[in-house]
């Protein structure tokens, strides 16, 4: 159970967002899916499992395959017109936050040291040679080695979202637990600090940056960002967005950061993204992996390739699912209460909609 406590932090966030009236569409009529190239049945199979509540608390499910949107339904009161919360589904979009602010200069490179950044700090606690050897690359693949827990009452997490003000301080005071780029531990709070080294790097937050170099290229227009009385946004898991704008992004990662025709991240940085920087055993049966804010999970059942699949992955059951041997983009909100309720969406993209590509 330990790997899965960081699943339910700040479950505080699940509270803001637009209303609408909820109503459900799909973009293929009478159900029928063959012509794109998907099974009928195991489509709308799972679509009725979501209803009935076998899979339940699922919020939203879009499938996106060769650029074409296929399944677009809402449940649960939700609509394409309401927001919903990311949670940690934010840190891939903090991932290519971080892959524009390198192109644009803001940062050198993922072996700066974060320390380099953090001047005006001369007395932080916990000081010692590990602290100052942590890198850009050791967030982006949650190797910092600082002692950082969450998903439980009093965890350093909870402490954190807990201040109005001063989250990169109380993450650079945390004592260390291993050395550096050695032990993957699943860390919010490096992802949160990733806002202020931009900030301090270049005079703005990661919201700002996005607001110039990413949102408006996709045409998200819709967006909600938790901040704290600063102006630092949670990048660990503050975002909100409309379902469709998640696929955009999604579509965006397909495509090896090119969205109708603009490059918007560096391929490169997708490309390192989806490395497997680290591998991971006892994770699950589908998860084998992490990149740069991203997951990695296995390939497809049937998977002639043996291509991986990417996921960016969230509390309570957001996914966007990024699959590169189909040219398919699957996005999933929910509000789901467990560790099996969570892993659902998981297992019907295995069982259900790649087992369903003809």
Same mark, same amino acid.
């Given at each position: 159970m330990k790997k899965y406590l960081w699943l339910i932090f700040w479950l505080a966030l699940a509270g803001i967002g637009c209303s609408d009236n909820g109503s459900e569409n799909s973009n293929?009529?009478?159900?029928?899916?063959?012509? /794109?190239?998907?099974?009928?049945?195991?489509?709308?199979?799972?679509?009725?499992? &979501?209803?009935?509540?076998?899979?339940?608390?699922?919020?939203?499910?879009?499938?996106?395959?060769?650029?074409?949107?296929? /399944?677009?339904?809402?449940?649960?009161?939700?609509?394409?017109?309401?927001?919903?919360?990311?949670q940690s589904v934010t840190k891939s979009f903090t991932s290519a936050i971080t892959g524009i602010a390198l192109e644009k200069g803001y940062i050198t490179d993922t072996d700066q040291k974060i320390l380099d950044f953090f001047p005006q700090y001369t007395n932080l606690q916990n000081l010692n040679e590990w602290k100052k050897e942590i890198r850009i690359r050791d967030i982006l693949t949650m190797r910092t080695g600082i002692d950082y827990s969450e998903g439980y009452d009093g965890s350093p997490h909870s402490q954190l979202n807990s201040l109005s003000s001063g989250w990169d301080l109380f993450y650079l005071n945390r004592p260390m637990a291993a050395a550096p780029g050695t032990v993957f531990n699943y860390d919010s709070g490096g992802v949160i600090l990733l806002s202020a080294i931009f900030h301090n790097a270049c005079g703005m937050h990661a919201d700002a940056i996005a607001g110039l170099y990413l949102f408006p290229q996709l045409g998200i227009t819709q967006w909600q960002w938790i901040k704290n009385a600063e102006g630092h946004p949670h990048t660990g898991g503050g975002l909100y967005l409309r379902s469709g704008?998640?696929?955009?992004?999604?579509?965006?990662?397909?495509?090896?950061?090119?969205?109708?025709?603009?490059?918007v991240v560096p391929e490169s940085w997708v490309e390192r993204s989806f490395a497997k920087s680290v591998s991971l055993d006892g994770w699950g049966p589908n998860i084998i992996g992490y990149g740069y804010l991203w997951w990695i999970?296995?390939?497809?059942?049937?998977?002639?390739?043996?291509?991986? /699949?990417?996921?960016?992955?969230?509390?309570?059951?957001?996914? &966007?699912?990024?699959?590169?041997?189909?040219?398919?983009?699957?996005?999933?909100?929910?509000?789901?209460?467990?560790?099996?309720?969570?892993?659902?969406?998981q297992n019907f993209l295995y069982s259900h909609i790649l087992d369903a590509v003809l």
């Open positions: 293929t009529e009478n159900g029928s899916y063959e012509a /794109v190239g998907l099974d009928s049945a195991k489509i709308n199979e799972l679509i009725t499992r &979501i209803e009935n509540r076998t899979y339940p608390r699922i919020h939203s499910l879009l499938i996106v395959k060769d650029d074409n949107l296929i /399944v677009e339904r809402y449940f649960a009161g939700y609509s394409q017109e309401r927001t919903h919360t990311l704008d998640m696929a955009k992004f999604g579509k965006l990662y397909l495509h090896k950061g090119r969205y109708e025709g603009q490059q999970f296995r390939p497809a059942n049937r998977s002639r390739t043996q291509e991986y /699949v990417y996921a960016a992955m969230g509390a309570m059951g957001q996914y &966007i699912f990024i699959v590169p041997e189909y040219s398919m983009v699957v996005v999933v909100t929910a509000g789901t209460t467990s560790d099996e309720e969570f892993t659902n969406p």
